[in-house]
C-alpha cells in the first residue's frame, strides 16, 4: 500500500489541525493503521493506533484526550483530528500501515510508511 500523508501547517496554540493519509489499492481496510510523530532532533515516537477490524484505537499519555485516529475505509483515507495543540507538538507527522491488526505502538511493526506533513504549532 501507498500512503500519502496531508494537512499540516502553522497553528497557534490552542488550535486544531485534522491530518489526512490517503492509502492506494482496495485493501487499505485490511491495514493496522498508526500515526507517529519526529520533532527535530528526537527520535520518531507514537501518537495513535487504529485496528483494520473493529476500529480500536489507542494513544500515547501525550496526546490523550486531544487526539483523535480515525478511519473510513470506502474512502481509503486515514485521519488524526489535533485539538487543543501545544507547541511541544511540532513535529513532521508520518502516517503507517501494518500487516497485522492490532499493530501496536513500535515503528517496527509497520511495514508502510507515508512521506510525512509538517505541523508547527507557534506560542
Known amino acids: 500500500v501507498q500512503l500519502q500523508a496531508s494537512g499540516g501547517g502553522l497553528v497557534q496554540a490552542g488550535g486544531s489541525l485534522r491530518l489526512s493519509c490517503a492509502g492506494s489499492?482496495?485493501?487499505?481496510?485490511?491495514?493496522?493503521m498508526g500515526w507517529f510523530r519526529q520533532a527535530p532532533g528526537k527520535e520518531r515516537e507514537f501518537v495513535a493506533v487504529?485496528?483494520?477490524?473493529?476500529?480500536?484505537?489507542y494513544y500515547s499519555d501525550s496526546v490523550k484526550g486531544r487526539f483523535t485516529i480515525s478511519r473510513d475505509n470506502t474512502k481509503n483515507t486515514l485521519y488524526l483530528q489535533m485539538n487543543s495543540l501545544k507547541p511541544e507538538d511540532t513535529a513532521v507527522y508520518y502516517c503507517?500501515?501494518?500487516?497485522?491488526?492490532?499493530?501496536?505502538?513500535?515503528?517496527?511493526?509497520?511495514?508502510?510508511w507515508g512521506q510525512g506533513t509538517q505541523v508547527t504549532v507557534s506560542s
Open positions: 487504529i485496528t483494520s477490524s473493529l476500529g480500536s484505537t
Open positions: 503507517a500501515a501494518s500487516n497485522s491488526d492490532w499493530a501496536g505502538t513500535v515503528s517496527g511493526n509497520y511495514a508502510y
Open positions: 489499492g482496495r485493501t487499505f481496510g485490511r491495514y493496522g
